[in-house]
């Protein structure tokens, strides 16, 4: 607790089916990821001052996984690697940047606000 990192999981999966002419298509992809990020936001006390941003870095291992039943052909790469930073502002705004690499290039912005 003092260390102010937390570690979290993930588990996703999406499911499509369709029926096409007289066959039956269906695609399903699964997502698993183990991820740490160093929450600083613990450390500082709302009734005084602070900054008005903090930053959290995090960083994972992600596994994929797609079962398209059409052709059969397995990925290429299956684990990846991602790293991000988050900023959490004191007004409930916030911004993040996230890299994906290894099984996928990707990167990813975001903005959120908390009501």
Do not use: C
């Amino acid at each position: 607790p003092d260390a102010h990192v937390k570690i979290g999981s993930a588990f996703q999966t999406l499911r499509l089916r369709a029926d096409q002419g007289s066959a039956r298509v269906s695609w399903a992809e699964y997502d698993a990821a183990l991820g740490v990020v160093l929450d600083a936001s613990a450390t500082i006390d709302p009734k005084k001052r602070g900054p008005e941003f903090i930053l959290m870095p995090y960083g994972g291992f992600a596994w994929s996984g797609v079962d398209n039943g059409i052709t059969g052909i397995p990925e290429d790469n299956s684990f990846g690697l991602f790293l991000g930073l988050g900023a959490k502002s004191r007004s409930n705004v916030t911004f993040g940047i996230e890299l994906r690499l290894v099984d996928q290039t990707a990167l990813a912005l975001s903005a959120g606000m908390v009501f």
